[in-house]
């Protein structure tokens, strides 16, 4: 089992800038993809920045020139900085990773931590 711990949230208000910084219990050179989700309140868990590889990144449309994904394989640490953030953006995001073994995809998930946008 993969620990993943996210830390970083917070309350911010529209406009601001947050950082979320995720600590992976692996190598990073064994995962296949990293990355954030996140879920608000009443709406299901949706991808916002994932790195596959190193070499790939996808972005939600939602987040598009307002986010930035980046990787420390040094320290096994993938970051989330977030600018411009909106009330829509609230939500617990979580840190996620997974590696391929076998033809089967194993993913991990951090415990979330709350990022609320409120004027």
């Known amino acids: 089992q993969v620990q993943l711990l996210e830390s970083g949230g917070g309350l911010v208000q529209p406009g601001e800038s947050l950082r979320l910084s995720c600590s992976i219990g692996?190598?990073?050179?064994?995962?296949?993809?990293m990355g954030w989700y996140r879920q608000a309140p009443g709406k299901e868990r949706e991808s916002v920045a994932i790195?596959?590889?190193?070499?790939?990144?996808t972005y939600a449309d939602s987040v598009k020139g307002r986010f930035v994904i980046s990787t420390d394989s040094t320290k096994n640490m993938v970051y989330l900085q977030m600018t411009s953030l909106k009330v829509d953006d609230t939500a617990v995001y979580y840190c996620?990773?997974?590696?391929?073994?076998?033809?089967?995809?194993?993913?991990?998930w951090g415990q979330g931590t709350q990022v609320t946008v409120s004027p």
């Open positions: 996620y990773a997974d590696q391929l073994y076998l033809g089967k995809q194993i993913k991990y």
């Open positions: 692996i190598s990073m050179y064994s995962l296949n993809a």
């Open positions: 790195s596959i590889s190193g070499r790939q990144t």
